[in-house]
């Protein structure tokens, strides 16, 4: 026999290559999780037992110089770190490593220990986006662990009690009434099945927790029928721990503090007034209502039911609570703590106290948005870049899982065949290296303009901010001026200015949720039966413009929009209306300022409600300033001033055709009317058809 040519060893060389190829594709579809082995290192000894010291700033020393040695596994490693900023109230350092569990790949999780951490800290993670209001974020990120996991070959991430309670809270705050009652019921599913082979204590009061959390999601927002079960579950679970025979006092203490409490605010809110303040006596006579945090919290149903001494009493002892839980000074804690402390004291009509508030919300409250942007900067490229990395590994291996094979035998085939046809494949590779080069010219192109937008964003909101605290902190200066005498009216009329500008405040803080509610791409059901005058009067109500002193506002109906009722979202559809509103009262100016001449002593807005035959029209009409026709789009970019000289920070034409569109309709500036400005929003009479179609198309 002749030796093997070099022809057949290339040959050979391939086949055992594809066989190699094959089962390794065979195998890495899906790994059953079976890993029975915990894991668990010395320095998770270390690290746990300075957590038990509660030296949480001594935690995230150990955690991080662990994990720098290679001691520790990165997913253990933000366990421990997470866990330490939550404790230490540092929920934005926390909320940055969250986002790098994106990063981590599951298949990276080699042990029970390592699945144990990635699990409790995604419970967490979501647990803050809920306590943060961010509830869309917070329903995407359980379900992108429930997919990861699920691919590691693990059950179900989103059948956990505690997560299906947190995925339907977010669902009832999004208004999806249906889907958050389903989420309930998986956690009530959850609930049992652990009850069913574990019930200590603990068990006991974690199910407890879970449906009291159900129960004040039901009551604050509205929906007091849905609440009562819920609550009536907690008291068997209450009684089956005070009976228990390993039978935990704090907890039982906690149980009846929480059921209580949850049965003051529902009966306050039924109008059971005598039923309310027994319950709410039930729960100052437990210990847990006697700690600090408990007794700052508890002033939600003490302003409720207009106990504004009382309250105002309890916020006396607020600054030592922010102390003691390391809060710092940051937008989500001064809306969340200093402005209900300056409400209660207000209201109270402690005034020297209000004002001292109001001067702590102007001092801190700069410093805060600037530190709140930056982090958001920070947090929304770590998501970009999350997402981007993961958008491609998943294509990359559902590529390669489809095509190995081919692929394999395209190889034997160029190798085998020819020379030249190596050399078309190389150039092919240039052409696809130069459409690479394209496309990150591009990208860097979209990172300059997206710079660019963010330095003038910056800018447009520190103006938009700064004008309301120079109002709060001037009248402060001059309340706390020695010797200073200040007659009623004139006090009533610096506080109704401070409310004013914090009032201010807060509406530009709501615009910037609504703008993020733009990036998020979030959806808008609409299940609403309304008639387009209820949506006028609603918007004209709110907007004010009825009251402006510089202009007539005129309302026309038609006889058709009158007798009409069309399906939409109200809420959404008064807001785009509101926001077009808005913008005719700032850019129509008083006769006096812009120098022209009229027949009438005032500038007029006109809103005209008609239908067609399938659209129910607003055209909101006005003698302003006017929109040249070239502009007629940009107008509608994020942050575009036409006049630079007007405040407000360009955004809320582009939140209100956002608003429209994904209501199935659209807003449009009528180029024809050069009397001013015309906008024209458009809403079908019935927005039940899919959305996508129109989605698409913009």
Known sequence: MHCPTLFYRIVCWLAAALVLIAVASCTDRQRPFAIERDDYYHADSIASAVGDARDYPRLLEVADSLEKKGELPKVRAIFYCTVAYNMLGQHREALNLYYKLANIDTKELTCRADFDAYIYTYKDYVRLLCDMRRYDRALREAYNADRKLKAAGYDSFVSHHDIAQMIGESQLYLEQADEAANSFQESLRGMHKRLSTNHDPIDLRECQKTMNAIAKAYIHTGRYDEATPWILRQDSLYAAADTHP????????????????????????????????????EYLATKTAQQLGNIINSNEYLMQTHRYEEAARNYMLLDKYLLESGYKADIENLGRYMIPKYRANLLAGHMDSALRVASIVAQYYDTALVRQKASDAHLLATIYDTEGKERQIAEQRAELSQQRLFTVAIVMVVIIISFYIY?????????????????LMLANERAEESSRMKTKFIQQISHEVRTPLNVLSGFSQVLATPDIEIGYDELQDISQKIVDNSERITQLVDKMLDLSMIYSNADIECHDQVSPADVAEKAIDMSGISQAKHLDFQLQVSPEAQSLTFVTNQKSAVKALV????????????????????????????????????????????????????????IFTEFVQLDEYSDGTGIGISIARWLARHMNGDIRLDTSYTAGARFVMSLPKDASQDLSENLITQ
Request: net charge neutral; charged share 30%.
């Open 579 to 634: 926001l077009l509103l808005d913008n005719a009262i700032k850019f129509t100016h008083p006769l006096a300022f812009t120098g022209r001449k009229s027949n009438t002593s005032k500038e007029h807005v006109k809103l005209d409600i008609s239908v067609n035959q399938q659209q129910v029209i607003f055209m909101v009409e006005d003698t302003g300033i006017g929109v040249p026709p070239e502009q007629a789009e940009n």
């Open 423 to 439: 050399t078309i494949q190389r150039r092919k590779a240039y052409r696809k290296l130069d459409a690479t080069n394209r496309q």
């Open 246 to 281: 390993r039978r935990d006092s704090v907890f039982v203490d906690e149980m009846k503090a929480d059921i209580n409490y949850s049965k003051a605010l529902l009966a306050h809110a039924k109008g059971h007034d005598d039923e309310a303040e027994g319950a709410y006596a």
